[in-house]
């Protein structure tokens, strides 16, 4: 980048700064015009290069010329003395004070050539110093990337670079690291890190603060963004910062790729370690986890397994948090599986239905009979709702046989079966009594205060209606479950 301070302190061109009110504006070319109003043959940022030649008469004039220039954006006039004027006119001196325009003399032994000669190489020199400090920016970065398998160095060589702050956000976080540290509003960091995560890899964004330029990136080239990179650099972003940040949203997201292909490969040999020891293949599914580059006792000789649910965002996510964790989870089909020490599930479960997602956790059983732990983890995830997000199977077992049958269903079958009663509440009493006391007569009798004589009518009764014996085990099996189904009715 080259200023018009750059320009004015090139001592060989005996530049005079008459008013500088920008010696930052960028310099992008010089131009030579001596037209009243130049301004359809400017692009802005040039340096105007005029002797005045139409202007000798010129008085109130000055204003709206220079305000012409200002809105083409010209970066600054360099007026030629001892031509047309002998010293630079008063109204365009205070015009350009009023209005806030570089303005420089120059002396008559200046040619406009050799402003033009010097400016030209002084952008030759810029773009060649920017082009290897671009260089040497994505040399360093590309080295943080390849000598270190995570992003932490990759960052925090970025942030060096740019003289700023810099941190990753998301499953592969950063902490913020960079000289610049104390001057990020991290509340602003993640403000826009949030609003940005709905849009996925579409969206980035570029925020002025009080400190500099703030920019949020999304990393990854394919999929949901693994991470958000947030840099902060002092002052307005030039094209170097640019190219140095995108160099390792590049950089980030080849990395994390690699990383995510990895992780897959690894999900997949999990998989199948799974599906063995299903099959009771506990050597087979060692030498797989070995494959996967696990540990060795990853699956310990007893062992607990849960079985998740709740769509594929939290499933995802729900994974990545036992992955980081060390625990033995891989996804099947639309569930997440964990199979894990006793003393480790219940930690597990929680962190799972903190993501919302509903859990069933089957019984504790030897390694070689994951089979059966499996499948009751489905039975209890399959009672599993919002209002219960945790169901196990040993609490299920504990509660009766209830507690696995299909409400609708079990509704159903309880209004058949004893709608064969008819409406004699008698009966329906004296069913309910006689499966209290496991068929005794006499305690039915005392219970419900009538004749032995009477409940033996009344069993009789129900029995042919029913069709069927109640002393034959499957009909007093049926009649307990419709009974405590009416039960529930009547709470």
């Not at 980048?1 to 005996?14: I, K, Q």
């Not at 015009?33 to 400017?42: A, G, R």
């Not at 083409?72 to 002998?86: D, K, Y």
């Not at 980081?324 to 894990?340: N, T």
Request: proline fraction near 5%; hydrophobic fraction near 45%.
């Amino acid at each position: 980048m080259v200023t018009v301070g750059d320009l004015v302190a090139v001592a060989s061109l005996n530049l005079v700064p008459a008013h500088l009110a920008d010696a930052s504006a960028v310099l992008r070319w010089a131009a030579t015009s001596e037209l009243p109003d130049p301004t359809p043959f400017l692009e802005g940022g040039e340096v105007l290069l005029t002797t005045g030649l139409q202007t000798a008469e010129w008085d109130q004039e000055w204003s709206r010329y220079v305000d012409r220039l200002i809105a083409a954006r010209v970066a600054a006039i360099g007026f030629g003395t001892g031509l047309t004027h002998e010293a630079l006119p008063a109204g365009l001196v205070a015009a350009c004070r009023d209005q806030g325009m570089n303005l420089v003399e120059v002396p008559r032994a200046t040619t406009f050539v050799a402003i033009s000669h010097t400016v030209a190489s002084l952008l030759e020199s810029a773009a060649d110093a920017q082009a290897r400090a671009q260089l040497d920016a994505q040399r360093r970065l590309t080295q943080a990337a390849l000598l270190h398998d995570t992003p932490t160095h990759l960052v925090a060589t970025l942030a060096e670079v740019l003289d700023g702050a810099a941190t990753l956000l998301g499953p592969d976080a950063v902490p913020l690291t960079g000289p610049r540290c104390d001057e990020v509003d991290v509340a602003v960091v993640h403000a826009e890190v949030e609003r940005l995560r709905p849009s996925g890899r579409r969206a980035a964004a570029t925020v002025q603060t009080r400190a500099g330029t703030l920019v949020v990136q999304p990393i990854g080239i394919s999929g949901r963004p693994s991470s958000h990179l947030a840099v902060q650099v002092p002052g307005r972003l030039g094209d170097t910062e640019r190219t140095t940040v995108a160099a390792a949203v590049a950089l980030l997201g080849l990395t994390a790729e690699t990383r995510r292909e990895r992780r897959d490969q690894v999900r997949r040999l999990r998989v199948r370690a799974l599906e063995l020891l299903v099959q009771g293949d506990v050597r087979s599914a060692t030498i797989v986890l070995d494959a996967a580059g696990d540990p060795p006792g990853l699956v310990p000789p007893r062992v607990v397994v849960a079985r998740a649910s709740g769509g594929a965002d939290a499933v995802e996510e729900g994974l990545s948090v036992l992955e980081r964790a060390g625990d033995f989870a891989a996804p099947v089909e639309d569930e997440l599986w964990l199979l894990a020490p006793p003393a480790r599930i219940d930690s597990a479960v929680a962190a799972l239905t903190g993501l919302g997602l509903l859990v069933g956790v089957g019984d504790t059983v030897a390694v070689t009979d994951v089979r059966r732990s499996v499948a009751n983890a489905g039975h209890a995830l399959a009672t599993a709702s919002p209002a219960a997000p945790v169901v196990r199977w040993s609490t299920v077992v504990d509660e009766g046989a209830l507690t696995v049958l299909d409400p609708e269903r079990a509704t159903a079958f309880a209004r058949s079966f004893l709608s064969r009663l008819g409406e004699d509440p008698d009966l329906l009493e004296t069913l309910s009594s006689f499966l209290r006391h496991n068929g005794s007569r006499l305690k039915v009798a005392q219970e419900l205060a009538v004749h032995r004589n009477t409940v033996g009518n009344r069993i009789d009764q129900i029995e042919r209606a029913l069709g069927a014996s109640l002393d034959a085990p499957q009909t007093r099996v049926s009649a307990w479950i419709a009974v405590q189904v009416a039960t529930e009715w009547a709470r």
